[in-house]
T-cell receptor, first 111, second 111 residues
């Protein structure tokens, strides 16, 4: 069974640009969550989607947004990038028992 | 005060040692307690999951929860070099299905 797949794995952007990250959950998982991981703040919850609806949102500015498609695949977007947005962005899908399975992440560097 | 505080480490031990990793939390609404292991350049993977006070054992790993003290621990017996990773405690509770993570403890087991 394939795991959670995130693309791209690495990317470099400049301040002011926007970025879109993609996540394909494990087959059959309908819930997708996004987390940001930085050395200073650790792992922080961004948002969770279930059946194309945002169920929960963390304490991040409106520049961070996401969506989920009917096939459960999810994207997150960050607009007007800032240096502080450099981070590892992790996607996780949840099985029926509630366990979260993480992808390997998309490492974003903002110059 | 952060909702979840984790002993930061880093921690370096000889092979075969017993390792103790600890977290405290502040919100008594938290109900589910997890330990994740994260290898370098990988996403976190679930090690242990518990929702009650007491001990839960899985092979060389024991998770301990003390809800009265708001304290959780992970013990690793007979530690191996392959256990070298960052260990993250994570807590979930209330109506929001989001994990609150500790900052992580980097463990190195020396052969």
């Amino acid at each position: 069974k394939a795991g959670v797949t995130q693309t791209p794995r690495y990317l470099i952007k400049t301040r002011g640009q926007q970025v879109t990250l993609s996540c394909s959950p494990i087959s059959g998982h309908r819930s997708v969550s996004w987390y940001q991981q930085t050395p200073g703040q650790g792992l922080q919850f961004l948002f969770e989607y279930f059946s194309e609806t945002q169920r929960n949102k963390g304490n991040f500015p409106g520049r961070f947004s996401g969506r989920q498609f009917s096939n459960s695949r999810s994207e997150m977007n960050v607009s007007t990038l800032e240096l502080g947005d450099s981070a590892l962005y992790l996607c996780a899908s949840r099985d029926r028992a509630g366990e979260l399975f993480f992808g390997e992440g998309s490492r974003l560097t903002v110059l | 005060q952060k909702e979840v505080e984790q002993d930061p480490g880093p921690l370096s031990v000889p092979e075969g040692a017993i390792v103790s990793l600890n977290c405290t939390y502040s919100n008594s609404a938290f109900q589910y307690f997890m330990w994740y292991r994260q290898y370098s350049r990988k996403g976190p993977e679930l090690l242990m999951y518990t929702y009650s006070s007491g001990n839960k054992e899985d092979g060389r790993f024991t998770a301990q929860v003390d809800k009265s003290s708001k304290y959780i621990s992970l013990f690793i017996r007979d530690s191996q070099p392959s256990d070298s990773a960052t260990y993250l405690c994570a807590i979930e509770g209330g109506s929001a299905r989001q994990l609150t993570f500790g900052s992580g403890t980097q463990l190195t087991v020396l052969p």
